[in-house]
């Protein structure tokens, strides 16, 4: 099985693992090491000063800006496939640079295969009556057979008189073979391809704009479901267990906008580590989860202004907070126990929780009380549920769509009915029109 590259790096509190699940051309380069021990010291030789010699064994010619051939490239290359190194877009560029130079290299002297020797020419009396140039290989049929040392001769595939034919001598297809075993070159061009699938988890500490985290969807989503009187009491958000929440949920993102974002919001830039965002989570403070909820566009919770440590929604006047929540109203007119009436049904105080203007509410509340008792348990159970598993929202839609039906009366018109500018000042609906609206909050509710 190819190993598997996984790496965790820290920068300013934040945390990225770097995950390449498809690892082969790690372990085909791990594998090439071994098979070509003494061929890659002739790579790294052929061609550049030797150490013996005042000048290069052979003139070579200067291929990609590398004047030295593999050793301005291979060394580096050994450091990048380090399993103990990130893997970042400088280092994908630099394999890029690699594979254009290996393949612009072909057949020019920067190839193994274009290394030359002079092999003797005999007559049939074993008299040297000349020589002619090979590529690849010394050790020629000709030179074994004329040698006066201990010389094996090597393949004929191995060398060539033709200056237009490629010698496949071991350094060459080290380099440049397709086959089993497969060469530097295909090697690098699989790790490109793989290098695209590598998962990015990023674990978010410390953020210097915490309102840029709304513009994330799944954590918008979150947050924004947090809303409800379960976290937020009187207005007063509940900061600290918020931030609990968060902190034990995994994100996704959706698209490359949002994959800046995380980006740069964890520090990370794509030179450092390179992938694609496979998840993320957001482990912040409770003073920063309230700085976060300034980009929300929701002010109320159960009818009370947004309002914490940090955050405060609340309208002002003389720089106090002036906003009355429906919890007083109601307290003030609605839940009073009235001569011969009762407190506002269950049901109903719920909607009026979840933004219900509490005039609708009060102009319903006797159509509302006069319906069965298991009717009303029915109903209350329904959104009891919701409340109680963070579904406060679908309760706001149904406040939504009562309050939008009040509103198509207009009063302009008709004079009867209500055409408020205010959503508290709700006038005198008509009866055969509370009944109708009555019917229909009923009917939102069964539905859910």
């Known amino acids: 099985m190819p ?50 010699t005042a000048k290069r064994k052979v003139t070579m010619e200067t291929i990609e800006g590398a004047s030295r051939g593999h050793r301005d490239h291979l060394p580096k290359l050994m450091e990048v496939m380090d399993y103990d190194e990130f893997i970042g877009a400088k280092e994908i560029e630099y394999i890029k640079k690699y594979i254009k130079f290996i393949e612009a290299a072909k057949g020019t002297t920067a ?14 009396d074993g008299k040297v009556v ?28 191995y060398y060539t008189y033709n200056a237009n034919e490629l010698a496949q ?36 500490t410390r ?33 600290r267990a918020i931030a609990t929440n968060l ?33 993320f989570t957001v482990k912040i403070s409770p003073t920063v989860v309230e700085r976060a909820y300034l980009a929300s566009k929701k002010k109320k919770v159960g009818g009370f202004y947004l309002h914490g440590k940090v955050l405060d929604k609340r309208p002002r006047r003389g720089g106090e907070p002036v906003a009355k929540s429906w919890l007083d109203i109601l307290k003030r007119k609605g839940l009073k126990r009235r001569r011969g009436g009762s407190l506002m049904v269950h049901w109903l105080q719920m909607l009026v929780q979840y933004d219900l203007p509490l ?37 706001g839609e149904i406040s939504k769509e009562i309050e939008e039906l009040v509103r198509r009366y207009d009063a302009s018109k008709s004079h009867v009915g209500v055409a408020p500018l205010n959503r508290e000042d709700y006038t005198t609906i008509t ?4 009944e109708q609206i009555t019917r229909y909050a009923i009917h939102l509710i069964e539905q859910v």
């Open 3 to 52: 190993k598997m590259k996984k790496k965790t790096k820290t920068k300013n509190g934040n945390t990225v693992v770097q995950e390449l699940k498809s690892t082969q051309f790690f372990a085909d380069f791990e594998k090439w090491k071994d098979d070509h021990d003494e061929g890659i010291s002739f790579i790294l030789n052929h061609g550049i000063q030797s150490s013996k």
């Open 111 to 124: 190839d193994p295969a274009k290394v030359s020797f002079h092999d003797k020419i005999y007559n049939k």
């Open 130 to 157: 000349g020589k002619r140039k090979v590529w690849g290989h010394y050790a020629t049929k000709t030179f074994v057979e004329n040698s006066k040392g201990d010389h094996t001769e090597v393949p004929e595939s």
């Open 169 to 204: 001598n071991p350094p060459h297809k080290a380099i440049y073979s397709e086959k089993s075993p497969r060469g530097l070159l295909p090697i690098l061009q699989d790790a490109l391809k793989e290098l695209d699938d590598a998962d990015l988890k990023f674990e978010i």
């Open 207 to 239: 953020v210097s704009n915490p309102k840029e985290l709304y513009n994330l969807s799944e954590v918008r989503q979150f947050l924004e479901s947090q809303l409800t009187p379960s976290f937020v009491k009187e207005g007063k958000i509940n900061a």
């Open 247 to 279: 902190a034990g949920k995994k994100f996704g993102v959706s698209g490359e906008a949002e994959e800046a974002i995380v980006r740069r919001l964890s520090g990370f830039s794509e030179d450092e580590v390179a992938g694609d965002v496979e998840e």
């Open 359 to 395: 005039a609708i509410a009060q102009q319903l509340r006797d159509y509302a009380d006069s319906a069965s008792k298991g009717k009303k348990h029915e109903l209350s159970k329904r959104l009891s549920w919701l409340d109680q598993h963070n579904q406060g929202a679908k309760i």
């Open 431 to 434: 009866q055969p029109q509370i």
